[in-house]
């Protein structure tokens, strides 16, 4: 069993009394979410990464939290990291995640799934990435 798969079944979230979910150092997810804004305004991505799993450990299917971290082990140069994670992330949409799959792919030299992966995407980042990966 993957290690976020266990983390999934066994971090149950927690409530407060008033109904706000709490992570398990006791932090409300409304406060991780706030720290982990600020830590990606401010381009700490290691910080990102620590509340992006803080916030994974409370709430296991988070999109935005599995985003931020998908996107602080890129900027961390974590690419097979990165590559695991996103493939063990079944609730993301593909779809909104094709950026990041193939430049994670093009950063692990695998320029031939990584073409195959933008192909299904457009925008101007994922034509810089096609550009990088002739």
Do not use: W
Not at 60 to 82: F, V
């Amino acid at each position: 069993m993957a290690e976020t798969d266990f983390l999934c079944q066994t971090m149950a979230p927690k409530r407060k009394s008033d109904g706000t979910t709490v992570s398990s150092s006791g932090v409300s997810l409304s406060q991780l979410f706030t720290q982990l804004k600020i830590a990606a305004s401010s381009n700490d991505y290691e910080q990102v990464l620590q509340i992006a799993n803080d916030v994974l450990k409370t709430s296991r299917s988070d999109s935005t939290a599995a985003k931020d971290k998908i996107i602080a082990l890129i900027k961390l140069d974590k690419y097979k990291e990165a590559l695991t994670f996103l493939d063990e992330c079944s609730f993301l949409n593909p779809r909104d995640t094709i950026l990041e799959r193939g430049f994670i792919l093009y950063k692990l030299g695998k320029g031939v799934d990584a073409a195959k992966v933008l192909e299904q995407g457009s925008g101007r980042a994922i034509d810089h990435v096609k550009a990088q990966n002739v």
